[in-house]
């Protein structure tokens, strides 16, 4: 029998780590990126985590807290260049959404479709060649909704969930944090060259604060 996986807590490693690697994004190196928001309820705080890998985008469209950076940084664009480059924009992005809030499958469905909204804040406008993959799960509740195989339940269950007026925060979150992990994807990211020197330039994250952004 193998040994159990150790798992590790503290910051998560960005960039091109991982399946993050061979990753890029408005044609700069990129990678796996990672941010989260506290969301407050009931007075509770609620944690609302994204982890995405970003793989989309072309460099026109790369947008950071409103500013058309992209225009400006379109001198340095080997992988849009070339002439056997997929088309730009080409790629995926995969994004995971982890929440300790109580919330049920339907709500978890409706924090997924909010990623795209995130994703849009960085100016992609989903390329037909970009294939997108999002799930979003709640860490609440477990075995509340399990099949019950093994025994028959005798009383009704209870759960406790957020109310659906109550989701425009989380959905708030989630929209802020994808939005904040993509840019981190690309500024944890350096410069790559591979196979037969192509090279996948790293995001020039000086540019930020030339341009005013923190």
Known sequence: MSPAKQINSGPLAEGSVGGGTGMNCYAFKAGTGTASRVVGFAEEPYVVGVLTQANFGSRRELTIRGRRLGIRLAEDNPMEEARTAAPPGSGSCITVVATNAPLLPGQC????????????????????????????????????????????????????????????????????????????????????IGRDGHRSPGFPNDVLWSFGVD
């Open 109 to 192: 469905k409706a924090l997924a479709r909010r990623v795209t909204l995130g994703l849009a804040r960085t100016g992609t406008t989903g390329s037909h060649f970009s294939g997108d993959v999002f799930l979003a799960f709640s860490t609440a509740g477990a075995g509340a909704l399990d099949s019950g195989i093994g025994g028959m339940p005798s009383a009704l269950q209870h759960l406790d969930f957020v109310p659906w007026p109550a989701m425009n925060r989380f959905y708030e979150a989630v929209v802020q944090a994808t939005e904040e992990a993509v840019v981190n994807a690309l500024v944890a990211a350096d410069t790559m």
